[in-house]
C-alpha cells in the first residue's frame, strides 16, 4: 500500500481483556518498529524486527506485551491481560533498511491505533 | 542512557512570527537527528533530518534546523509560521537501529 496502515484505529478493551494490534508496513520494508504514545508524551520504543527477526525487544514493558513477524511483512503486536496503565497510542513504523549505518534512510509512520483499557 | 530533551511545552504564536524549538540530545558520539510533525488526527511525517555535512538542514514547508556539536543542540526554525503550522513537534535521535523520540512541544498558530 501506500503506507503503513494500523488496524483496528480505536480499540476499547475491558481490564484484564487480551488484546492484537495489527500493522502492515510499506510492501518491501525490512525494518518494522512498534511505539507506545502515551498522552502528552512522545513515542517510547518498544520492540523491533528485521525481516521477521525481532533483534531488539527492550522496550516491551512486561511480559504481557509480545510482537510477532512471522512471514517479514504484517507484524501483530498482542498485549495479555490489559490493564488501565497500557491505555496508549500504539504506533507502527517501516522503513526499507534499517536504519543504522545507511544514511538518508527515514522511518514511516502509520496512524496509531487508540487503546483504551476501561 | 540516550535521550533526548525538548524544553518548550507549549509554544503559542501569531501568524508570520518566527519560530525557534529547542532540542537537546544526550549522545556524544555519531548522531543522526531527526524532526517529525503530527498534524491534528494525522501519521508522524518528516520534516527534516541530520545524519552528515552541513549542520544546517533544511526540510519541507519552509522548516530549517542547526546541528551545533558543542552544544548538542538540533533546533528547529522557522522564520514565519502560518496556522496550518498548529501541530505537535518531535525531535528524534537515532540509537543503533531504533528512534528516540522527546516529549514533543505543541506549537498553536493563530491568524
Known amino acids: 500500500g501506500a503506507g503503513v496502515s494500523q488496524s483496528p484505529r480505536y480499540k476499547v478493551a475491558k481490564r484484564g481483556q487480551d488484546v492484537a494490534l495489527r500493522c502492515d508496513p510499506i510492501s518491501g520494508h525490512v525494518s518494522l518498529f512498534w511505539y507506545q504514545q502515551a498522552l502528552g508524551q512522545g513515542p517510547e520504543f518498544l520492540t523491533y524486527f528485521q525481516n521477521e527477526a525481532q533483534l531488539d525487544k527492550s522496550g516491551l514493558p512486561s511480559d504481557r506485551f509480545f510482537a510477532e513477524r512471522p512471514e517479514g511483512s504484517v507484524s501483530t503486536l498482542k498485549i495479555q491481560r490489559t490493564q488501565q496503565e497500557d491505555s496508549a497510542v500504539y504506533l507502527c513504523?517501516?522503513?526499507?533498511?534499517?536504519?543504522?549505518?545507511?544514511?538518508?534512510?527515514?522511518?514511516?509512520f502509520g496512524q496509531g491505533t487508540r487503546l483504551t483499557v476501561v | 542512557a540516550q535521550s533526548v530533551s525538548q524544553h518548550n511545552h507549549h509554544v503559542i504564536l501569531s501568524e508570520a512570527a518566527s519560530l525557534e524549538l529547542g532540542c537537546n540530545y544526550s549522545?556524544?558520539?555519531?548522531?543522526?537527528l531527526f524532526w517529525y510533525v503530527q498534524y491534528p488526527g494525522q501519521h508522524l511525517q518528516l520534516l527534516l533530518k541530520y545524519f552528515s555535512g552541513d549542520p544546517l538542514v533544511k526540510g519541507i514547508k519552509g522548516f530549517e534546523a542547526e546541528f551545533i556539536k558543542s552544544k548538542f543542540s538540533f533546533n528547529l526554525r522557522k522564520p514565519s509560521v502560518q496556522w496550518s503550522d498548529t501541530a505537535e513537534y518531535f525531535c528524534a535521535s537515532r540509537n543503533t537501529d531504533k528512534l528516540i523520540f522527546g516529549t514533543g512541544t505543541r506549537l498553536q498558530v493563530f491568524p
Open positions: 549522545y556524544g558520539g555519531t548522531v543522526n
Open positions: 513504523a517501516s522503513s526499507i533498511l534499517p536504519l543504522q549505518g545507511v544514511s538518508n534512510t527515514e522511518a514511516f
